[in-house]
């Protein structure tokens, strides 16, 4: 456009003509570029765009912020396109602002995980449909006169779908559209899921749940922000007190998100949900079929979709009026993102909450330590289910003490443990067997030389999968054939493996109990998450004797048959040097003997220890959760850490250990001395290598008041410059010091 013809569109639409706008574009810049916007153009803070990047074309987002920093938007370029679409309210801006700044993201990054659908930018086209105007054919022939039986004046039909229903070619509804039976006609396309509806059914809620819905859905009514925990054993009925708190956000016509960890398989969830509120939720995860997501993102933009189920990214999904969320299994180590922007969606799920001004509902049967303080202190309003409902019971739990009950030589089950599960299947009722190892065995030897299968891009150990007859490292997914000779010194028929994994428990089991129906659940199953479903579904309809399997087993699934669950190895996850290792497995271990006994059944737990004395043992033996946090509580107090102090990890990698060491040193020579701060390192991470990429880490710890964002900037800025393949990542809250 030359300039006069913009100077008289301009006066002719009364915009101001060559305006600027900031624009968030995804790349990990610090801030958003300029745009001029083409007279004619009309844009909005939120608008989403598309703007010329170098030689591409990309999606952006219109910025608040002005930009008079006299720059002549004659020389900028201009934005190309205005998507058809909402714009991104202010909260939501606000919220991308806050992740960004909190975790140290680049904006645009942050921005680009809400608007990361491009084809559902532009409204769905409408669906061409034939409309009958009445008449007959010419000539009626039996294929003609099925039609004809298909067809009313007021409903039309699609040209395919009216042949499928007649079940004619579509050449024959072709011959009865050129006779003129029919006008073409527009309709929308069909919504994502149906309404959901808050009083379909009544709620399903007793004695405590009573009290505790009530609780929740009055702070709801006070109205602005809240956070609520419910803490309540598994099996208490959590999830039918959260749908309560659901209806009523439904009825106030708000939106509402429901967060779960592994939202590929809880498809039990979605029914129980429909039971409730007459139609599923709409469903957002990594396994939702591209064109199935287009239409959810559109319909949550537009408020079409009231309700979402979602894993950890839908808290990015930009809601047209977003007025709760909901965090099951909040202490789920599923919420944290590592990858590109680092996040804990449980946690800026508590933050897009406050910037909303509307409640969150968190939920567990474990809750984190973080949330039991906040309960405790009051900043979130606490609410106890501390029973089962109904008949059911929890478990009976007993330890098993390995060093007097040994197994087998060769086997990793004690006598104990066998002869319960033979008296489990003999009374037709289910046993897990749990342990959180994948494969066969974590670790392949040659008994000859000593040589160990070593990744050769990562520092970890090849683990054996019998299943696939591979050796693959769970680091990078790299895998090679099982040997059968050793590379190092060619012995035949020498290897040992080392340990077990599922796949070895289950030849175990297999070995004493040959009669059994046994099913091995874990990621590895063939067939991927639609197998695990079914695999899942068999399990609850009591088509197995004995299940054995990895934390996939562990969450939220009603297993009515399931009356033993043994721990194969219950000191597994303390051993290594996090910080959160006795929570996280006092938490799993309690999700995992939580599937036991859900129907009425008397059941066990029984949990195979070199420890027994252990702290976490003895807390989930005694089922005084209340004492084991507060212990956890008093020893993180006492060594400042989170949530009475706060961390942070800069994880430097490079393709030499050389580069990635001087960065981290320089890193490290740049901090500045504050009070209230310290930096521990660099050293060499336990995975000192991943895909050929070697790693330092720095953690930084400050106390509870610390501002850490600034102090992480400061080192940021006055280190070294990123040079050759160095890469810095930053971790805020981190929860994997690996
Ligand atoms: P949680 O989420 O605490 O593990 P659930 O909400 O899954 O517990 O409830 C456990 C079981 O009890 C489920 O099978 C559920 O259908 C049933 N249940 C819970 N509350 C009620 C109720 N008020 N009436 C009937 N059944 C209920
Ligand atoms: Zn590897």
Known sequence: MDKDSSDLFGAV???????????????PVPEPYSYAVPVGMAVEPGSIVQVPLGPRQVVGVVWHGSREDGLDPKKLRPITQVFDCPPLTQEMRDFVDWVASYTLSPPGLVARMAVRVPAALEPEPMIEALRYLGGEPDRVTPARMRVLEHLREDLPMTRSGLAHAA??????????????????????????????DPDYTAPRIEGPQKQAASEIVETMQQGGFSASLIDGVTGSGKTEVYFEAIAEALRRGKQVLILLPEIALTASFLER???????????????????????????VVTG??????GAR???????????????????????????????NARDMAVVRA?????????????????????GLSGRYHLVHLPTRFGEAALPDLHLIDMRRH????????SPVLLRAVKATIERKEQALLFLNRRGYAPLTLCRVCGHRFQCPQCSSWLVEHRFRQQMQCHQCGYHEAIPEACPECGTLDHLVACGPGVERIAEEVEAHFPQARTIVMSSDLLGGVKRMRLELEAIAKGEADIVIGTQLVAKGHNFPLMTLVGIVDADLGLANGDPRAAERTFQLLSQVTGRAGRTGLKSHGLLQTYQPQHPVMQAIVSGDAGAFYDREITEREKALLPPFGRLASLIVSAESRADAEAHARGLRAAAPRVTGITVLGPAEAPLAVVRGRHRFRLLVHGRRNSDMQTYLRTILSKGPKVRGTVHVQLDVDPQSFL
């Open 13 to 27: 639409f009364d915009t101001p003509p060559h305006r600027v706008v900031p624009v968030l574009v995804p790349l």
């Open 167 to 196: 079940g004619v070619s579509l050449s024959v509804v072709d011959g009865l559209v050129k006779q003129g039976l029919f006008e073409t006609v527009f309709l929308p396309p069909a919504p994502v899921v149906a309404m959901p």
């Open 273 to 299: 949900f429909q039971d409730r509120f007459g139609a599923k939720p709409a469903e957002w995860h990594s396994d939702v079929a591209p064109r199935m997501r287009e239409k959810v993102w559109r319909g």
């Open 304 to 309: 079409e979709v009231r309700v979402v189920a």
């Open 313 to 343: 990214s839908a808290l990015f999904l930009p809601f047209e009026e977003l007025g709760l969320v909901i965090v099951d299994e909040e202490h789920d180590p599923a919420y944290k993102q590592e990858d590109r922007v680092f996040y």
């Open 354 to 374: 406050r910037i909303g001004g509307f409640p969150i509902v968190l939920v567990s049967a474990t809750p984190s330590v973080e949330s039991q303080v906040n």
């Open 406 to 413: 040994p197994p087998q030589r060769g086997g990793f089950l």
